[in-house]
């Protein structure tokens, strides 16, 4: 039996010493009234993983002029696509993530000051390897690794977005994490590499390192509960 319905990544959180040099995280969701957030796909045996409707629903510091944009990431082809079990007995499967060479941004959803609204306020490259953990109707992706690197930001916009440049300029890592529930078993849809696609919902979060891994307890609650504005 393929269980994916309780899954629990065990985070280790290092606070200690962060806020001293730049206390910045926001947290995304699907946004608004939409039902899907991703999708993964497969074509002739690729399996690619897209994504839409994500907004930004919660900001330290807030409130904060990134709340309610909108996040944009790559898509992604799995790679190393595995059948596996994690303790005790859970079967999964993991894959690497090898981002199409677009990368992650953060547009305004209202003009904030002189940042008209449809603003790329945020632009960062997606680091290339990622691990993502596939159940019977969950992802997980998390990446303890220097996940962004930003390409170009609206100084002054955003206290949270102005965090993300300072902590990268003190050379601490951008994490990025996500999680989220399908629509229909996206398991079985990846042992097989048949054609179709899966789609699903998302929570997911961007904190510098030390900082991380708040995607604790990932699976059968809090994390992918859909936030509602």
Known sequence: MKRGGMFWIVCLCGLVGWASVAGASLQFSTGGANTYSWTVEVTSGVATISFENNEVDASDPSPDAVLNDFLDMP??????????????????????????????????????????????????????????????????????????????????????????????AAGIDLDLSFGGDASASLYQLLADLNDGSVSGTLSGQIVPEPMTLSLCALGAAVLLRRRKR
């Open 75 to 168: 898509s992604m082809t799995l790679s190393g696509i595995t059948p596996t079990t994690i303790p005790p007995g859970v079967d999964v499967i993991t894959a690497s993530l090898v981002p199409d060479g677009s990368p992650l941004t953060i547009t305004s959803d209202v003009a904030v000051g002189p940042v008209p609204a449809a603003t790329e306020v945020m632009s960062a490259d997606v680091a290339v390897g990622g691990l993502l953990t596939v159940g019977t109707n969950f992802i997980a992706y998390s990446n303890e690794a220097d996940d962004l690197d930003l390409i170009g930001y609206e100084a002054g916009y955003s206290a949270v977005i102005d965090g993300f440049a300072a902590a990268e």
